[in-house]
């Protein structure tokens, strides 16, 4: 065992070090880290202690791949932590073995442990949580709540260990130097002892090596007589870490971190100044200095989001302008909130009579960090920002701050160097770094992804995108340039939102600004969850839905959402309760049926509302779709009369065993049939004898579950099918004895 800081979080993860692995009844050494994940249900593991050797039984996950488009991996993070991927435990088979590792003690892994347990003994839970997401980079405990308002807010960089946290506990060392009356190289000393003793504690994360090396040359260069300017440190630390790690750019942290921190160097040219106050009360004296304070903070704070502006539209796709606000009071919040944690900790280790005391102040300055910025992202939501803004815009807007920078620093060097030409040639790259983005809108919708790059012929075809939300539905249909329709939404949980991590990326990376239409297809949460989201952020203007579940808790929110985001008068959910045709792309039209009018009850009301899903027909070039909902056998039989030949089948409830009948599929006819399932769901989705209905009848099978989003391009005799898994396109000819791979040769 390796590392137990979230050990005692809600969702238990250990690092561990793996020795040998079994697999059936071969069995090998090996030598790799790993994340330990508790399964559900399981009780924490809080007897583990770095050191402590264990045997378990567990399914392995390596690092995984996007499953959609415009999101990252999601096995980025343990691949940038030098894990080779996640196991999730039984805990009833582990068993603590009486051998010790031959390392020694892990001193590092002992001494996070031991901080972490503290912070849970004397800390409220949230307020903990916040400690050892601040302090340890352990994230896990904090609530996706928490998290959404810091980002909503426009402080998630408070959440982990980033410059800020850095420089205040170097500072705190510089004070205690100070104190000690130590001269100026032992306490440069005991800075740097410090400050790197606790970057390589927490795992020496990228934004924290960035500040360690540019205290450290700073510090360095004015112990030695020379004066290093910032903006040389940030370069310096920036090439330190590509040359480390190549593959750090891409990392949102950096490229957040980095950004902010040159907005803060062109500010350095922007210094706001109040009128000297040389005589009278000591009151006005410090009003000044609070004006001067103030007003600095607030030139720093516009600066630093003119630097990250365009990155955090292209990651989050909204601009947190609650943040221009919200951080004059957190920022100071934050510096008293660490103090504080470091006092506590000194406290519990050397005068423990004081820590309840000490502690009580921590949870006074956590709680008060957190309803402020609660009570500010309710108040101030962030401005939703579709398309994406090219990388040639945010690049001129952060070449703008690198002059600005730079001439900040050359008018505080160079005395040749005129200090208002400087002001002013920062104020116009402030501007730019602003203006970029925005300017460039028009250009930053891309016509296709990469998938249909590779196909010039298809690049203005219409094509559909069935994205991997789980145990769930989610598809997207477009006539480039035309119209573009959203058929569910996919499910929503405790900890995550597939409207916003997978659909509302996925538009984003298409270049859909809007969505024309949206259609719900029956009120069950794995279909509806996501909506609530994308209405919220004013994806969904139109949405069509059987009418079921009218007084309830999520048809309410959606429709104050939708209503709210686009205007009463715009906004609406139009119940569909008889069989209806709408114009969609241009010429074309989409065909809705409603499937459970007319049936008698079913023996649950689960399968009841899975009969009244909406069956939505639509032509997509020369091919008929069908989305069938998760209508069963029995709508099935009573929608044959009014279903004619479809080529691509959205499958119907998932492929479960109670649809999909024989002569469904014998009515339809499909060359394509499209599942959306979730990995290992508890329900078997989709059952063997289904899906080996259709592979009988002659049509090809894709399934979510095995290879991620799916994309359908609907071109002249046939199709284009990539999926995640297998990106390279497939044409599928509506032949069926002409199917050609990537290769160009019939399989």
Known sequence: MLDTTAADAEHASLVFEVRSVKIGEGRADCRGRVLLRWNEGGLPPLWALPGLSLRFVGDYRPPEDARNPGVA?????????????????????????????????????????????????????????????????????????????????????ILSISGLHVCVLAGIAALVAVALRLGAIPGVLLELVCLWGY?????????????????????????????????????????????????????????????????????????????????????????????????????????????????????????????????????????????????????????????????????????????????????????????QPPLFAIAVGLSALLLAASAGEGGRSAPGVPRRGARWVAVGAVLVAWACPFVARAASSRAAAAPRAALPSAAAAPWLLM???????????????????????????????????????????????????????????????????????????????????????????????????????????VPLRTDTTLAWGGAASLSILAAGRGLPAAATSNTEENDRSLVTTVRLGDAMVCFAGDVEARAEEALLSSLSPARILKVPHHGSKTSSEAAWIEALSPSIAIISCGERNRFGHPDPATVGRYLKRGARAFRTDEEGAIRITAVAGGTYVSTRAHPAPEFISWNRAATVSPSGHSP
Do not use: K
């Open 73 to 157: 991996a999601p096995g980025r993070w343990l691949e940038r932590a030098g894990l080779s991927g996640a196991i999730d435990v039984d805990p009833a088979t582990v068993t603590v073995l009486a051998d010790r590792p031959d390392e020694g003690i892990l001193w590092g892994g002992l001494i996070r442990h031991r901080l972490a347990r503290v912070f849970s003994r004397d800390l409220s839970a949230p307020v903990a949580a916040l400690a050892r997401g601040m302090a340890l980079g352990d994230r896990s405990g904090i609530s996706p709540s928490v998290r959404d308002s810091f980002r909503d807010g426009g402080t998630i960089h």
């Open 467 to 573: 994205l991997d939300v789980g145990q769930g539905d989610a598809t997207i249909a477009c006539v480039p340039g035309r119209a573009s329709l959203l058929i569910d939404a996919g499910p929503r949980t405790d900890s995550r939102d597939e409207g916003r991590y997978s659909v509302e990326p996925a538009l984003r990376a298409e270049g859909i600004e809007r969505l024309d239409m949206a259609i719900l297809s029956h009120a069950h949460s794995d279909h509806y969850g996501g909506l609530a989201w994308l209405a919220e952020r004013g994806w969904i203007g139109r949405l069509y839905e059987n009418g079921s579940d009218l007084d309830t808790t999520w048809r309410r929110v959606l429709e104050s959402r939708i209503a709210h985001s686009r205007g009463a008068g715009l906004a609406r959910l």
């Open 199 to 387: 970057v390589f504690l927490v795992g020496a994360p990228a934004s924290a090596v960035r500040s360690a090396i540019l205290w450290t040359a700073v510090r360095g260069g004015r112990l030695g007589g020379r004066a290093v300017r910032p903006l040389t440190g940030w370069g310096l630390a920036g090439l330190t870490l590509h040359l480390m790690d190549p593959g750090v750019v891409s990392d949102p942290g950096f490229q957040l971190s980095f950004v902010a921190v040159l907005g803060l160097a062109a500010s350095g040219a922007l210094r706001v100044g109040t009128p000297v106050v040389e005589r009278g009360p000591a009151v006005m004296r410090i009003l000044r200095g609070w004006l001067a304070g103030g007003a600095g903070l607030t030139v720093q704070s516009l600066c630093a989001e003119a630097g990250t502006l365009g990155v955090q539209i292209r990651h989050f796709g909204a601009i947190p302008v609650a943040g221009l606000l919200l951080n004059l009071a957190v920022i100071p919040l934050c510096g008293l909130f660490m103090s504080a944690m470091l006092l506590h900790l000194g406290c519990a280790f050397l005068f423990p009579a004081l820590a309840p005391t000490v502690a009580g102040f921590v949870d006074a300055t956590g709680l008060a960090m957190l309803l402020l910025t609660a009570w500010t992202a309710s108040h101030i939501p962030p401005v939703a920002v579709h398309a």
